[in-house]
């Protein structure tokens, strides 16, 4: 397996304080690898220091199999990101604005700079000055920014912010397409659960500094396990309804109102008739299934999926 990125113990220190402490991640050539956390967790201090912004206070980067140091750093030539929010020349021009990066990098192709405006859709507006962008417009043209030059890697730090709703749906379509078409490898990092989802790969789940895994998004769904829930007005004479009508026995009680039951067996219409033929009263049902979201948050507070 060829490695785009492979931290070994990454550890920075702030004020005498660990922002992030021993992260070891593994990024493989051409997937989209999703850092996962809460806010603060010290996903954008990881960030940060895979492209050279700030230096590691213990351990070590490798890009593309090669040690990050200030004499490699030409390593970051094949790397496209956003960090925290995009910084422009506000009285600037969309398209100059991406001509001066450009220029910095030695790469004067202006076809890919509009094309690199068409691909996040931002045609026809690139002799506006940037100062009267919105938030999600600039988004947009720090994505172009950070693929103009067709990089190998992209590292993007919560990359819909400020997007609307179709925004986001877009920046998913750009995301595969890049990664499909041209190979590139992606690092996304989110607090939004959801999001990353619908888009990685492999997820690294960051929880106050550490790495508590890395885990591929198959697995995630094969640990997945359907269940019905279901709140009543009265649980022991539902439970003993369930084992004795239904012979379901594969459920546990959540709380004074509340029954999870994992036995499929039956749908939510059985159940409810059933119940109600013996004069049960039915608060709420509703069918589930687990998610990256219920992976991470019994991960973070020391269970797993099916707890």
Same mark, same amino acid.
């Given at each position: ?24 991640? =593994? ?19 990881? &960030? ?68 690199? =405006? ?18 999600? &417009? ?29 925004? $986001?749906?877009? &920046? ?26 619908? $888009? ?41 309804? =369930? ?20 036995? &499929? ?16 009263? $039915?608060?709420? $049902? ?20 099916n707890d």
């Amino acid at each position: 397996m060829e490695y785009v990125i492979q931290t070994n113990n990454l550890t920075k220190k702030a004020k005498g304080k660990e922002l992030v402490s021993d992260i070891n991640i =593994l990024i493989n050539k051409g997937e989209i690898y999703g850092l996962l956390g809460q806010n603060g967790a010290g996903k954008t201090t990881i &960030m940060k220091m895979l492209t050279g912004l700030n230096n590691p206070s213990k351990g070590e980067i490798l890009l593309f199999n090669e040690r990050l140091t200030k004499k490699t750093n030409s390593l970051l030539t094949k790397v496209g990101s956003i960090i925290d929010y995009p910084v422009f020349f506000e009285h600037l021009t969309a398209f100059d604005n991406l001509k001066l990066h450009c220029e910095y990098l030695g790469f004067y192709d202006e076809n890919d700079m509009k094309q690199a =405006l068409q691909l996040v859709n931002l045609k026809g507006i690139e002799d506006k000055v940037v100062k009267d962008f919105s938030l999600g &417009m600039k988004q947009r043209l720090g994505i172009a920014r950070a693929i103009i030059t067709k990089p190998e890697l992209i590292i993007l730090d919560e990359p819909t912010n400020g997007l609307d709703p179709i925004g $986001i749906k877009d &920046m998913r379509h750009l995301i595969r397409m890049l990664n499909k078409e041209y190979g590139m490898t992606f690092v996304l990092s989110s607090h939004i659960l959801g999001e990353l989802e619908q $888009i990685v790969d492999r997820v690294g789940i960051i929880h106050q500094g550490k790495l508590l895994n890395e885990i591929t998004m198959t697995d995630v769904r094969k640990a997945r396990s359907d269940y019905i829930e279901l709140e009543v007005s009265d649980v022991t004479r539902a439970v003993y309804l =369930l084992e004795n009508e239904l012979h379901i026995h594969n459920m546990k009680v959540l709380e004074k109102r509340k029954i999870r039951i994992y036995d &499929m067996t039956y749908t939510q219409s059985d159940i409810s008739k059933m119940l109600l033929l013996h004069d049960l009263e $039915i608060e709420e $049902i509703r069918r589930h299934s687990n998610s990256l979201e219920d992976y991470f948050y019994h991960l973070i507070n020391g269970g797993d999926i099916n707890d």
